[in-house]
């Protein structure tokens, strides 16, 4: 059963990726439904996050279930000492499916294999999370009509940035090409370097923001995370190397469209927000779309 | 002539040789040679035209299982292992990484959840011609194997 969970994107090939997109596109034009009355699904953040819980919570309120949970780990017996591997036992004799989010990377893997239900991924550390990235490809499937051949400028925080590394993995379906633009500090790790290499997607990678975005499709942004950084002086000098400002969009091209996880701080300017282009509002609303296909995917409703 | 002598020497059990120098003490702790009561010959720092400076380990009367041979392919993947039987070499068993790892090595990730909690560790092995990694099976970190932490 648990070979249903979702905790990386690779779980996913492309022809799940583009079956979820579907059905977001369903759930969007009707959201509201009954297809998990009767469910309970566990909404488990032993790291806090309220917006991707939130977006899960309402996701399965929309489609007649109910939620237990705890939003955040001082609130639950992870804080007595309980392992990882009971909560996650003693939780899966309540509900049909299990939303985590954790400080640790890999513990949604380790989730998967130990949960009797499925496991959905909401964030391990700085490794995965799903349905962002699912969210993403929606966004950028909506605003473009097509997900071949972009080109997306990715920038801000890729080194810790796990959206940027998942985007980029789910994106390798669809021949895309990718700008790289982050300080010294941030940029992409090595991995994701290599992975690029060797699946054959076309990259560059600079540090400046400014006439690189002209030629882009999609301009990717992420946050610079303060609980990324060991060191705060470190990252008090980078955080504002990279704000996105409206006069920025002047030159760009007219189906590019912005995006960012969000919760953004200084990395796009509120003036960028009556831009037409600016897509990041819309993109967070298609999240709720999306974690209702990927809920009823895994529990097969 | 020389490891003829060495072989030689050995009545029966196990000869890893062409170790290098600065590797050796990791073989003796990773095969757990230092709990081990068998009659054991450690030798290093002995000359040796391919790789400079070289250590050798003879364990009198103990035939390792492959799986155990093969972790030392993490290592030192170009040292020799001769089984021997009666001072003759009955094996010469090549060296190869096996395609997992499970619990010998430690992820090099501080964030991730195996350092955190009492999870075996388990990595999947990336074969390359260029580079050979490790994928940690939980947190995806790829780690090089010149990188590895043994537990």
């Known amino acids: 059963m648990s070979n249903r969970s979702l905790v990386s994107i690779s779980d996913y090939n492309k022809e799940e990726i583009l079956e ?3 059905a977001a596109a369903d759930f969007e034009a009707n959201p509201n439904r009954s297809t998990l009355k009767g469910k309970v699904i ?3 953040f032993f790291e806090p996050s309220t917006r991707t819980r939130l977006s899960f919570e309402t996701a399965v309120l929309r489609l007649g279930g109910s939620v237990i949970g705890f939003s955040d780990a001082a609130t639950s017996s992870s804080v007595k000492g309980e392992t990882l591997n009971d909560t996650i036992r003693m939780v899966s004799c309540y509900a049909d499916a299990i939303v985590m989010r954790h400080p640790f990377e890999g513990a949604a893997r380790y989730a998967a294999e130990i949960s009797p239900v499925p496991i959905i991924n909401a964030g391990d550390g700085a490794n995965q999370h799903p349905s962002q990235t699912l969210l993403d490809l929606y966004s950028i499937l909506k605003t473009q009509g097509t997900l071949d051949n972009l080109k997306i400028c990715v920038a801000g925080d890729l080194k810790y940035g796990r959206t940027v590394h998942s985007l980029i993995m789910a994106m ?5 090409s990718f700008r790289f633009i982050a300080p010294e500090e941030l940029k992409l790790n090595e991995e994701y370097r290599i ?9 560059e990678e600079t540090t400046e923001l400014n006439e690189n975005i002209n030629d882009a499709d999609i301009l990717y942004m992420t946050r610079v995370q303060r609980e990324r950084f060991q060191d705060l002086m470190e990252y008090e000098r980078v955080k504002n190397v990279y704000t996105l400002k409206n006069s920025m969009l002047e030159n760009t091209k007219p189906n590019l469209r912005i995006l960012h996880p969000l919760p953004r701080v200084a990395e796009i300017s ?13 993109q967070a609303q298609n999240g709720l779309y999306i974690r209702q296909a990927i809920i009823s995917k ?4 | 002539m020389e490891k003829e002598l060495k072989v030689a020497a050995l009545r029966n ?7 290098p120098a600065d590797k050796l003490y990791k073989v003796v702790f990773m095969l757990h040679l230092d709990t081990c009561d068998n009659q054991i010959t450690i030798g290093n720092n002995l000359e040796s035209a391919k790789i400079g400076k070289k250590g050798i380990i003879k364990i009198s009367g103990k035939v390792f299982a492959e799986d155990e041979t093969n972790k030392i392919a993490l290592i030192a993947p ?4 001769n089984i021997i039987k009666d001072f003759q070499v009955i094996e010469k068993r090549p060296l190869s990484l096996p395609d997992e790892i499970h619990e010998i090595v430690q992820c090099n990730n501080p964030n991730c959840i195996t350092n955190h909690q009492n999870i075996p560790t388990f990595f999947q092995v990336i074969k390359d011609e260029n580079d050979t990694m490790l994928k940690c099976h939980y947190c995806e970190r790829l780690i090089k194997l010149d990188e590895v932490k043994i537990k």
């Open chain 1, 42 to 44: 566990a909404t488990l």
């Open chain 1, 20 to 22: 979820i997109l579907d």
């Open chain 2, 78 to 81: 170009n040292a020799k292992i």
């Open chain 1, 172 to 176: 390798s379906y669809f021949h895309p």
């Open chain 2, 13 to 19: 059990g196990t000869v890893i040789d062409h170790i």
């Open chain 1, 195 to 203: 992975f690029c290499l060797r699946n054959n997607i076309p990259f």
């Open chain 1, 298 to 301: 895994v529990l097969s409703i």
């Open chain 1, 270 to 282: 509120p003036d960028v927000d009556k831009n037409e282009k600016a897509y990041y509002f819309q």
